[in-house]
């Protein structure tokens, strides 16, 4: 399995400007993308959304069609809104990246174990029945950082598949460690530079 | 006595050019019954693009994204979706203070009073428990109010409900 926070490095140092919407534990600022960016004015954190980081990087994916967008979605959050899957795939953008951080657990919630992860979901399956354009699938980080470069010159929308090492978030939510910025000025930062202000 | 009748109802001729009128770029979707002749018609409108989605929570996703974006979003749900989207609505909308144009199929309103249908009695309740002001659009004649809601959206950062009272008209 991929460690977390070198998992969201891998796929930053290849981002180039591509907007990046991490959500829970790819988006955690202890050891997701928070922690290794290179471009936090291309970063738009999406926490709490009930698994609808991949409706945002859509939305953005379309308004933006010559840019790159990299939604870092996590296993439970999928499963919360599987019908996204097909909502992007109809409307087929070919710049779209979903990432998808598969650590088997509610992670911030003290780690129970999702559905399916007991081995009876095959997430690739899933994808490619959903209608992705290509699908890919790494274990290791030898692979991953080998094989990026083949994931991203492929045509959306892509699904990449990650299996990823689970760090449990125990600490009661009042005393987690913060984002820098708040969720508000993210978007106005990101609004802002893809608008060209930055 | 069937000309009265014609004119007293809600065109998508009338609902599509208020959208462009406000320069709509992408209208976000879940059909229900009160769009069902809207469809055929924002189909065939070049300057629009739709985005159907699999559950109305995701409309509001969508749209913060495409704003986001640069473009210039609607959502167009029925009353129904607006329960369903309630978290999305909270976290994308009002948390995140974007400016978004809700259109929203108003089922079960009737002007008789009593209606069975509790989608109909509470989605006001709901609307100004969120503090979402919302207009509502019955006929041809209330079209402009869709303009009113781009501007107050707008002009205060807030989402802004409309509210349409009634089938289209073929």
Partial sequence: MINNTDAVRVIDNNREDAVIVPTMNAGN????????????????????????A?????????????????????????????????????????????????????????GQPIPGSDGVTD???????????????????????????????????????????????????????????????????????????? | MTTEVYDSILHPASLVAELKKNNVSHVVWLPDSETNFLYNMMMEEPTIDLIPVCREGETMAVAAGLWVGGANPVV?????????????????????????????????WTRRGLTPDSAGRFIEHILHAWGINYYLVETDDDADRISIAFDESQRLNRPVAVLIGTEFGA
């Avoid at chain 1, 290794?36 to 959304?49: E, F, K, M, R, Y």
Wanted: proline share 4%; net charge negative; aromatic share 8%.
């Fill in chain 1, 29 to 52: 600022v202890r050891f997701g993308l928070p922690t290794v960016t290179s471009n936090q004015n291309l970063d738009l954190p999406i926490s709490g959304a009930m698994g609808k």
């Fill in chain 1, 54 to 110: 991949s409706n945002v990087g859509l939305g953005i994916a379309l308004a933006q069609p010559g840019r790159k967008v990299m939604v870092l979605d996590g296993d439970g959050s999928l499963l919360m809104n599987l019908g996204a899957l097909v909502t992007t795939s109809t409307k087929a953008p070919k710049n779209f990246y979903h990432f998808l951080f598969n650590n088997g657990v509610y992670a911030v919630t003290g």
């Fill in chain 1, 123 to 198: 997430w690739q399956e899933i994808a490619r029945g959903a209608g992705y354009a290509a699908v890919f699938s790494f274990d290791n980080l030898e692979d991953f950082t080998t094989g990026i470069g083949e994931v991203l010159a492929a045509e959306g929308p892509v699904f990449i598949h990650l299996a990823v090492e689970p760090e449990i978030e125990n600490t009661p939510v009042q005393f987690r460690q913060r984002a820098s910025r708040t969720a508000q000025q993210a978007y106005q930062e990101v609004t802002a530079a893809l608008a060209g202000d930055n």
């Fill in chain 2, 76 to 108: 167009l749900i029925q009353n129904t979706g607006v329960f369903e989207a309630g978290d999305s609505i909270r976290g994308l909308c009002l948390d995140l203070n974007q400016p978004l144009v809700m259109l929203v199929g108003y089922r079960g």
